[in-house]
């Protein structure tokens, strides 16, 4: 699941479709630093916001790992009481620190779908 609502996933279809990324055959599909060149070029990152710094800032290489373990927010938060034997920062803070993990990150191969239109009976999925 892209974890993207419609207006966003729209805005990227039509950077891809303004770069002639979703013409062709369907079976050949573009590579993934391809579309992110695309989108890159179409939509350039935002300068970050000025922010203080996080209440949890020291613990931000632990929650790296267990992020890339695949533990959500509230096991990360329930984790870092238990480790630190007291209140860690807020489950907020916590959300707000996985969140900037994930988004640092970027977007992997794996997190991608992409719906395939044919018409009927030129593909199935019962071979």
Known sequence: MLRMGVDEERSYR???EAAGLLR???QVLPGLEVLKAAVLAARPSAPPVPQQTSSLE????QVEAWVAKGLQPQAIFTRL????GG?????????RLVGS??????????DVAIPVETAPGRSSAVP
């Open 14 to 16: 039509r950077v891809l």
């Open 24 to 26: 062709g055959d369907e």
């Open 58 to 61: 020291a613990h931000r290489a």
């Open 81 to 84: 009481q238990m480790e630190s």
């Open 87 to 95: 209140p860690a920062g807020s489950l907020s803070a916590v959300k």
């Open 101 to 110: 993990v994930r988004r640092a990150q970027g977007v992997s191969e794996e």
